[in-house]
Nanobody, 125 residues
Framework: VQLQESGPGLVKPSQTLSLSCTVS??????????WAWIRQPPGKGLEWMGV???????YYSPSLKSRTSIARDTSNNQVTLTLRSVTPEDTAVYYC??????????????????WGQGTQVTVSS
């Protein structure tokens, strides 16, 4: 299984950021995994954003919950992240990751079965 993040590299402040994580090597419909989004701002540590389960349940970081939505599209084998009202503080490398169990707030790569390469997002006018 491989994960590949994609999306716009540049977003203007106040706009909505939409990212996709494409799963290859297996069908999401057959993987009972939890799909998480994690980001790393420049010069800072990893930040857990949220997760969606194989059944569609979602859990979000309290600090981002009001602006974040995670969804899954099993027909296209994708997990999506929507982040509304972005600011320059949302500039980061965004990663998707998959785990076999529900883990909340965890950013250690060792805790995940699969981890994408990441995609850079810059918020700037």
């Amino acid at each position: 299984v491989q994960l590949q993040e994609s999306g716009p590299g540049l977003v203007k402040p106040s706009q909505t950021l939409s990212l996709s994580c494409t799963v290859s090597g297996a069908s999401m419909a057959t993987l009972f995994y939890y799909w998480a989004w994690i980001r790393q701002p420049p010069g800072k540590g990893l930040e857990w954003m949220g997760v969606i389960s194989y059944s569609g349940s979602t859990y979000y970081s309290p600090s981002l919950k009001s602006r974040t939505s995670i969804a899954r599209d099993t027909s296209n084998n994708q997990v999506t992240l929507t982040l509304r009202s972005v600011t320059p503080e949302d500039t980061a490398v965004y990663y998707c990751a998959a785990s076999k169990t529900l883990i909340l707030g965890v950013t250690s790569k060792d805790a995940y079965e699969y981890w994408g390469q990441g995609t850079q997002v810059t918020v700037s006018s």
